[in-house]
Nanobody, 126 residues
Framework: QVQLVESGGGLVQAGGSLRLSCAAS????????MGWFRQAPGKEREFSAA????????YYADSVKGRFTISRDNAKNTVYLQMNSLKPEDTAVYYC???????????????????WGQGTQVTVSS
């Protein structure tokens, strides 16, 4: 089992930066693929970024590629999402997710993940 708690959200002006953190408890974290998703009001949850259990591979949605960076520190049981050049359309609740070890891959579909955090609000003003 993995429990996830996100932090680092807030209000930022367009063009600014935020770094989200997702702290995990449970010994399975170091072998879990991780992902970040977001959900804006009235919209479906959408994929943003993913990373393999060992951090060797990452993958991004086109909407955030070149602006967001996912990383992890298995020694600290934490995954990060560095968000730069933020836009008003990035406004959403951001969720981290974990998938039990299933090989060295990353995952982009919400239904592929086993555990979810409660989310952290990111608001980008224009």
């Amino acid at each position: 089992q993995v429990q996830l708690v996100e932090s680092g959200g807030g209000l930022v002006q367009a063009g600014g930066s935020l770094r989200l953190s997702c702290a995990a408890s449970g010994r399975a974290f170091s072998r879990s693929a991780m992902g970040w998703f977001r959900q804006a009001p009235g919209k479906e949850r959408e994929f943003s970024a993913a990373i393999t259990w060992n951090g060797q591979r990452t993958y991004y949605a086109d909407s955030v590629k070149g602006r967001f960076t996912i990383s992890r520190d298995n020694a600290k049981n934490t995954v990060y999402l560095q968000m730069n050049s933020l836009k008003p359309e990035d406004t959403a609740v951001y969720y981290c997710a974990a998938k039990d070890y299933d090989g060295s891959s990353y995952y982009t579909k919400f239904w592929q993940y086993d555990y979810w955090g409660q989310g952290t609000q990111v608001t980008v003003s224009s």
